[in-house]
């Protein structure tokens, strides 16, 4: 009970800002965000794999359920689904060349899928082209009130309560020990009997699932989509947000969301270039912080225990 009292201060934030829709939009693309962010964990942080191109199973998410429901009148909690489960396809068919590089090269490769995705998406006339789907519906699918930000945040945070269950559990399976395992020495892994096949495309399958379905929420959330919403940066800024906040911890990944999502917002008056801070931010966690911000609440733990 106590690994979830953590959640408490996310359910109470929305609460001081109830007058103020637009700080509470915000505060619903930052838990779609850490979705997406918790995706590229698993694939990084559990399996090892190094991708730089999840912003194309966003792009797939939020493509797929903004067609189906835009163009097909599908409701949104099914569109939300199949969004989900065709990012995981292509994730499984992207993690192939997984079997055969790793590293350095299979960070290109996913780079190149991404950067052609983002190209494709610009061809078809069904995605709108270039210039994207517009006026896409807010969906019932957000609990009473459809277009509150308050409820749509709970909503998004509700998923996050429900995905860091699930990964909880897989954590102390078999399968969450034989992905450690894979992580740390896929030689060793396989002499213990670890099924590198199964596993890396199960962790492809899996990051590129959680990315579909925060791509389905980013679309009904903006209303808009284009192609240039999904380029290379948004795949390095998902990486980065596991970097920052801390890796294999989903209120980690929160955290690197808020900061990657929420302090652009909070700059935005002032005349202040948000990538040179974030530019420098990131540097100095990684040479004092390596285990994200996070690591600065075990560090207070660590006082408070008097362990030196």
Known sequence: MKKYLWFIPFVLVPLPFLGYPFLLSIFVLIGIYTIAAIGMDVLTTWAGQISIGNAAFFAVGAYTSAILV???????????LISGLFA??????VGLPALRVSGFYLAVVTMAFGIAVQQVIGVFQITGGYNGIRNIPVP????????????????????IFLIFIVLSRISFSKSGLALFAMRDSEIAARAFGVNLLKYKL???????????????????????ISPSQFDLTLSLDLLAMVIVGGAGSVMGVM???????????????????????????LIVILLFLPKGLLQIFKIRDLFKKKVI
């Not at 019932?140 to 998923?159: D, E, G, H, R």
């Not at 962790?203 to 808009?224: K, M, N, Q, R, V």
């Open 255 to 281: 955290i690197g969301a808020a900061f990657f999502v929420g302090l652009p917002f909070l700059l935005s008056g002032y005349n202040i270039s948000i990538t040179i801070i974030q530019g420098v931010a």
């Open 140 to 159: 019932s699918f957000w609990i009473f009130k459809a277009s509150n930000p308050v409820y749509q945040y709970y909503v998004v945070l509700t998923i």
């Open 70 to 80: 835009v163009n097909f009148h599908v409701p949104f909690l099914i569109a939300f």
């Open 202 to 224: 199960a962790a492809f399958a899996a990051s590129a699932a959680l990315t579909g379905l925060a791509g389905s929420l980013y679309a009904s959330a903006i209303g808009f």
């Open 88 to 93: 995981m396809i292509i994730g499984i068919v």
